[in-house]
């Protein structure tokens, strides 16, 4: 092999070698993450079609070291509470746009609920959208809020806002 194959041979392995590492880095979680807004949309599940829902973050951190609070609130179109709670940010991580927040419950008001989900850890997944609207999923979608999570674990973000936003860095 001559000498402009080798330098032509080193430079291709670089070039992919250099793209993997990137992809690979922002797969990975970011340090210093933050998700603050406050945002929601009417509903689309069986059952509560058009009721208005509302997450609020301020969440910093890394895994392992996050702090900030969260707040949920869900009425019926007609303003009847369904539930109302908020609670202490445990893990934020992030890559790129998309977070992934856990915390847990301090204060639950969730009338139509017969068991007390004071302590309970719930998952959030927040994707800021810079052109258009943001997406956010939770937990308690998939399975019930009476159920814990893991840290810095949540579902995809499978609901898109219509009203407010999130910004994701």
């Given at each position: 092999?001559?000498?402009k ?36 949309g ?20 890394e ?14 179109k ?6 109302d709670?908020d609670g ?54 998939y399975?019930?809020i ?24």
């Amino acid at each position: 092999m001559n000498i402009k194959r080798k330098i032509a041979a080193v430079a291709v392995l670089a070039a992919v070698a250099g793209t993997l590492g990137a992809t690979q880095a922002s797969a990975a979680p970011e340090r210093g993450s933050v998700v603050l807004g406050s945002a929601g949309g009417p509903l689309t599940f069986p059952g509560y079609d058009n009721d208005p829902v509302r997450f609020d973050f301020a969440a910093f951190g890394e895994p392992g070291k996050s702090s900030g609070r969260f707040h949920v609130n869900h009425v019926t179109k007609d303003g009847k509470l369904v539930a109302d709670f908020d609670g202490k940010v445990d893990c934020v991580s992030r890559a790129g746009s998309l977070a992934i927040l856990t915390g847990v419950i301090e204060r639950a008001d969730i009338p139509g609920l017969p068991v007390n989900v004071v302590g309970r850890r719930v998952g959030f997944s927040v994707q800021d959208e810079p052109r258009g609207h943001d997406r956010i999923g939770w937990s308690w979608a998939y399975g019930g809020i009476e159920q814990d999570v893991l840290p810095c674990t949540g579902p995809v973000p499978f609901f898109q806002t219509s009203t407010g936003g999130y910004t994701v860095r």
